[in-house]
């Protein structure tokens, strides 16, 4: 069995950080010295061989960190570039502290030392510097928010109480979720309104170049964009800190 397992490599990690080969858990993650770097404790009964075990165990490990690599490349990498600058540096160590995903206001100080000449490197790491969020793009994506929480929670002891939003949804409407563990599946908080970051920057874009004279009016694009009911939009926009205008639609 060890042998199939290991040629075939018909395994996959569940989300309660279990491998699982055939309907079978055959191991599963353990804490390991960082969130992106697991331990492996083989399931097995006495009829595994200590040889067997550890090649399995070998095997595993380096399928596990190989899974990781793919998926979370980017996150991975920021504790791996080697930079000069301190500020870089120092944004980077709070990106990885915080699962790729950090608020812009948090390390507003940081980001404003790196000159723009300097800020190439940062682009050239996949980070995106956004108008409310420092983040990673590609950690957004569906397969890598799964696998990323599962491993956050795995290191951090977290109960597995809160589910993380179905895929491709830009907008959430409720009070049930916690905000912090929103901002790590990749979601900001206005009141009760949670909008996914990379589309609120889209967002902010879309309303500074449709802004004249310190006025923005309001269209179907960027309601479309949000993918929320009109009036859900109006009081995104008011919980956003923006004021509406007396003419219809606009907001300053």
Known sequence: RVSLIMENKEIFLDEKC??????????RLKKGNNYLNPEIEIIADDALNDISKSKLEIFLKNWVDEHI????????????ESVNNKYIRALTFQ???????????AVDEIVKSIKTEERKKIWSMGIKIGRYHIFLPKILKPKAVSLRISLWRLFYQLAANQDIPKSGLNYLNDKKYNKNFLLLCGFEKFKNHYVRI?????LFIKILNKTIKRKFKIDAEMVNLIGCSKENFYNLMLSMNYKKSKEIDTYF
């Open 18 to 27: 279990k491998i699982i080969w055939k309907n079978n858990i055959i191991a």
């Open 198 to 202: 990379d589309i609120l920057e889209k």
């Open 69 to 80: 690599k793919e998926t979370l490349g980017d996150l991975l990498n920021l504790n791996k």
């Open 95 to 105: 990106l990885f502290e915080n699962n790729g995903v950090i608020k812009r206001e």
